[in-house]
């Protein structure tokens, strides 16, 4: 019989470390094709712009992301790896066990095939966050979930709640859920494993509770040994790359003659979004020399596959290295999604959800024709052949009716995991309806206690309560227990409480008493709406009370910067520097990275090596700001001093995919080859 049972994992990991605790009012930078950051430009080929499918047409680059608000970034993390135990939920019956790790965003870590002792994932022998998720930290390896927005959604590194419910077969199926913040819809995923069955079922919903339309994003992303032929039932792909041009190109071979359905025969990292034919069943699969490996299918509803390689390029191998151990062989991604890409997000209706099933496991096919074959027919109908012999269509789209409208709305049972409380925070405020997905009142934390307060009071504690002495007794009555250490209306405390953005969260915040925290949060609110005249007036009327005034300033600072400012925000992030003055290390080294930056952007030197000097040494010896130094370094004409730290070595832990910054730099520094260590270029030479 099939069964679940919580087990414990342990790997060499690097702790993730405290969030980031400036508000996201930017997006993070990247430029690379399955980054977070969207393209300002998307650039369509003038000869594929009449092929493009009506519905594709319409989502393309539609509501793209300002910010990141409500979340909050992910870089607290380092590189020095230790051994940690995880938590895990096991699946396993006689024929596979599935390993997933609940708080890391529910990943399946491992697929085992048991009669063959084949791994049928890339699993990732380390957990080494990187900063590929729209808010920072991410890892490779396994099967994640990606909600949200275009790129790895914030929950990657985030636990999610977990439970055990009946599945259709009458044994047990796990549930994952939680609420998705960027977005403000609720989701969950299903993962059981029928008795005797060598192939995971998930069954996937997500719901719009709300009164208005909301854009929906979803792929689901697994990743596979990159010396794989990946192969899928479509003729030709849209082929998306660092320039963030789509463009339309035959499938296996490219114009340029290159069997691309082989990772490694790429030189450059690149997205292929496969044209998969309306009407015929969607599948992808990752078979080795042997023709065996990975398929995925899944019911009609989710639409689009995509492979993500990295190349042979030594920038990709850079990368290869940088998310795992040194040695490991490399991974490509096999995806499927709600899209026919992933430049867009289609509408989820008011009051309307969306689902379907997936199905993985093990799939073996002829591999003189499958896996070595040049007939691109053949290959893909001996592939469908041998995945209609061990999974027929028929039985996946059976299995989805029967677990949607029996077992999706089946009431968890005890915890396994717990995911945020935010969840139980919207569903108290709005009174939402959510069979099979439970936010109780029990879920509320911390971080919730003083938007509670707002919800009950209309007020934030110390606003409310008749002074700041009284505050904490007023929010422990009105939200059961939250008291912080002086926090008053014109006091932040030692850093400011996480934000909230919706329109429902708005309204409350612009009818609260305006003491300088409510315009802290109202400002937020509003910039993330888009109006950002009105953010800048709301913080400008808190800084004039307010007892502690950098967070506000920092605020203004980034307004400045965005609205072409540059000096103006320069002295504002300087003068917040000043108000913080190293009250909190977190905040110190957080707000310190920004005006260092903003400093050397608007060619203060003298005031960037003031603000260096004060920040402490620990900060100061970690790779983001030794590549601060370097750049500090050549502004103030110290050339040598400059190459001298480069020479010495540093790692700067998060940066982003496709960044290119640190070979800008060396090449400003010498005309040597950049060094492989700094080398993550992900693009051809312009």
């Known amino acids: 019989m099939t069964t679940v049972r919580r087990a414990v994992l342990t790997l060499p990991a690097a702790q993730l470390g405290p969030d980031n605790p400036l508000p996201a009012l930017r997006l993070l930078d990247a430029t690379g094709p399955a980054s977070g950051a969207q393209p300002t430009v998307l650039v369509v080929d003038e000869s594929d712009r009449d092929r493009i499918p009506r519905d594709m047409?319409?989502?393309?680059?539609?509501?793209?992301?300002?910010?990141?608000?409500?979340?909050?970034?992910?870089?607290?993390?380092?590189?020095?790896?230790?051994?940690?135990?995880?938590?895990?939920?096991?699946?396993?019956?006689?024929?596979?066990?599935?390993?997933?790790?609940?708080?890391?965003?529910?990943?399946?870590?491992?697929?085992?095939?048991?009669?063959?002792?084949?791994?049928?994932?890339?699993?990732?022998?380390?957990?080494?966050?990187?900063?590929?998720?729209?808010?920072?930290?991410?890892?490779?390896?396994?099967?994640?979930?990606?909600?949200?927005?275009?790129?790895?959604?914030?929950?990657?590194?985030?636990?999610?709640?977990?439970?055990?419910?009946?599945?259709?077969?009458?044994?047990?199926?796990?549930?994952?859920?939680?609420?998705?913040?960027?977005?403000?819809?609720?989701?969950?995923?299903?993962?059981?494993?029928?008795?005797?069955?060598?192939?995971?079922?998930?069954?996937?919903?997500?719901?719009?509770?709300?009164?208005?339309?909301?854009?929906?994003?979803?792929?689901?992303?697994?990743?596979?040994?990159?010396?794989?032929?990946?192969?899928?039932?479509?003729?030709?792909?849209?082929?998306?790359?660092?320039?963030?041009?789509?463009?339309?190109?035959?499938?296996?071979?490219?114009?340029?003659?290159?069997?691309?359905?082989?990772?490694?025969?790429?030189?450059?990292?690149?997205?292929?979004?496969?044209?998969?034919?309306?009407?015929?069943?969607?599948?992808?699969?990752?078979?080795?020399?042997?023709?065996?490996?990975?398929?995925?299918?899944?019911?009609?509803?989710?639409?689009?596959?995509?492979?993500?390689?990295?190349?042979?390029?030594?920038?990709?191998?850079?990368?290869?290295?940088?998310?795992?151990?040194?040695?490991?062989?490399?991974?490509?991604?096999?995806?499927?999604?709600?899209?026919?890409?992933?430049?867009?997000?289609?509408?989820?209706?008011?009051?309307?959800?969306?689902?379907?099933?997936?199905?993985?496991?093990?799939?073996?096919?002829?591999?003189?024709?499958?896996?070595?074959?040049?007939?691109?027919?053949?290959?893909?109908?001996?592939?469908?052949?041998?995945?209609?012999?061990?999974?027929?269509?028929?039985?996946?789209?059976?299995?989805?009716q029967q677990w949607r409208a029996v077992l999706a709305d089946a009431e968890p049972g005890p915890p396994l995991a717990t995911g945020s409380g935010w969840g139980a925070l919207e569903v108290l405020r709005g009174g939402y309806d959510l069979p099979g997905t439970p936010f109780p009142e029990e879920l509320l934390g911390e971080e919730q206690r003083p938007w509670l307060h707002l919800l009950r009071t209309g007020a934030f504690p110390a606003a409310h309560a008749a002074n700041a002495a009284d505050a904490g007794d007023a929010a422990e009555e009105a939200g059961g227990g939250w008291n912080r250490e002086g926090v008053g209306g014109t006091d932040f405390g030692a850093r400011p409480w996480a934000t909230l953005v919706s329109d429902a969260w708005r309204d409350m915040l612009e009818t609260a008493p305006a003491d300088p925290v409510t315009e802290y949060h109202l400002g937020v609110a509003q910039w993330a709406a888009g109006d950002l005249a009105q953010a800048v007036r709301s913080w400008e009327r808190g800084l004039k009370n307010a007892a502690v005034r950098w967070p506000l300033l920092h605020c203004l600072a980034v307004a400045d910067r965005e609205g072409g400012h540059p000096q103006r925000a320069a002295e504002r992030y300087v003068e917040a520097f000043d108000d913080q003055d190293g009250g909190d290390p977190v905040v110190t080294a957080a707000l310190g990275r920004e005006v260092l930056t903003v400093l050397l952007e608007t060619g203060r030197t003298g005031q960037a090596r003031a603000v260096m000097s004060r920040l402490p040494e620990d900060v100061r010896a970690r790779g983001a700001f030794r590549h601060l130094e370097a750049r500090l370094l050549l502004a103030e004409g110290r050339k040598a001093e400059a190459r001298a730290v480069f020479d010495a070595g540093f790692e700067v832990a998060d940066l982003r995919e496709g960044a290119e910054e640190l070979g800008e730099l060396w090449s400003r520094i010498t005309d040597e080859p950049l060094p492989a260590a700094y080398d993550f270029r992900m693009r051809p030479p312009s």
């Open 57 to 400: 047409a319409r989502q393309l680059g539609r509501a793209p992301l300002r910010t990141l608000l409500p979340t909050r970034v992910r870089d607290g993390y380092g590189r020095e790896r230790v051994p940690a135990a995880l938590d895990t939920i096991e699946i396993e019956n006689d024929l596979l066990r599935v390993t997933v790790l609940p708080g890391l965003g529910g990943r399946v870590h491992s697929l085992l095939h048991k009669p063959t002792g084949r791994e049928l994932l890339y699993r990732n022998p380390v957990l080494q966050p990187a900063a590929f998720a729209l808010n920072g930290a991410w890892f490779s390896g396994g099967i994640e979930w990606n909600i949200g927005a275009r790129g790895h959604t914030t929950l990657s590194c985030a636990p999610l709640h977990a439970a055990v419910v009946p599945a259709p077969d009458g044994g047990s199926m796990v549930r994952l859920w939680e609420w998705e913040r960027l977005r403000d819809l609720p989701f969950q995923v299903d993962l059981w494993l029928p008795d005797g069955a060598e192939h995971l079922r998930v069954g996937i919903r997500v719901r719009n509770p709300h009164e208005r339309a909301v854009p929906c994003y979803w792929w689901s992303n697994t990743a596979v040994p990159e010396d794989r032929r990946v192969l899928a039932p479509a003729d030709e792909a849209w082929h998306f790359g660092y320039e963030h041009a789509l463009r339309r190109v035959p499938v296996p071979r490219t114009p340029d003659g290159t069997d691309r359905t082989y990772p490694l025969r790429s030189t450059h990292a690149a997205d292929y979004f496969y044209a998969l034919p309306d009407g015929g069943r969607r599948w992808i699969a990752a078979l080795d020399e042997h023709g065996a490996g990975l398929v995925q299918t899944s019911t009609d509803g989710l639409l689009g596959r995509k492979l993500f390689l990295w190349g042979t390029g030594r920038g990709g191998r850079r990368w290869q290295d940088w998310l795992t151990e040194p040695g490991t062989p490399g991974y490509a991604e096999i995806q499927a999604g709600l899209a026919r890409t992933q430049l867009e997000h289609p509408p989820l209706e008011a009051g309307e959800e969306v689902s379907w099933l997936e199905v993985y496991g093990p799939l073996t096919a002829d591999p003189a024709t499958a896996a070595h074959g040049t007939d691109w027919a053949a290959a893909r109908a001996s592939v469908e052949s041998a995945l209609e012999a061990a999974l027929p269509r028929a039985e996946v789209d059976a299995a989805y």
